[in-house]
Nanobody, 115 residues
Framework: QLQLVESGGGLVQAGGSLRLPCAPT????????MGWYRQAPGEQRELVAS???????TYTDSVQGRFTISRDIVNSTVYLQMNSLKPEDTAVYYC?????????WGSGTLVTVSA
């Protein structure tokens, strides 16, 4: 069973930055895709940024140019660097990994951006 742990969330003023790391609780090889999703209050969960199985990167339009996803393949860790944060980025951010034929999710980390 793959368990993911996110951290790095918190309260930040608009224009500030945060870095969210996500790693499995044990070292696992063969994770084909990893990424970050978020869910704001009253909204559906949406993709923020991800690495696909062919290592291509996808960003949702609203974070393009402000957020950067990176990956440490050896440690199966994925990072989300968030710059120029806006109040509309406020959400619970979830790490996702596709492994052994199914999606796995972390429990989420809350990011709150004040105006």
């Amino acid at each position: 069973q793959l368990q993911l742990v996110e951290s790095g969330g918190g309260l930040v003023q608009a224009g500030g930055s945060l870095r969210l790391p996500c790693a499995p609780t044990t070292t696992i090889l063969g994770i084909s895709a990893m990424g970050w999703y978020r869910q704001a209050p009253g909204e559906q969960r949406e993709l923020v940024a991800s690495f696909s199985s062919d290592h291509s990167i996808t960003y949702t339009d609203s974070v393009q140019g402000r957020f950067t996803i990176s990956r440490d393949i050896v440690n199966s860790t994925v990072y989300l660097q968030m710059n120029s944060l806006k109040p509309e980025d406020t959400a619970v951010y979830y790490c996702n990994a596709y492994y052994d034929g199914m999606d796995h999710w972390g429990s989420g980390t809350l990011v709150t951006v004040s105006a």
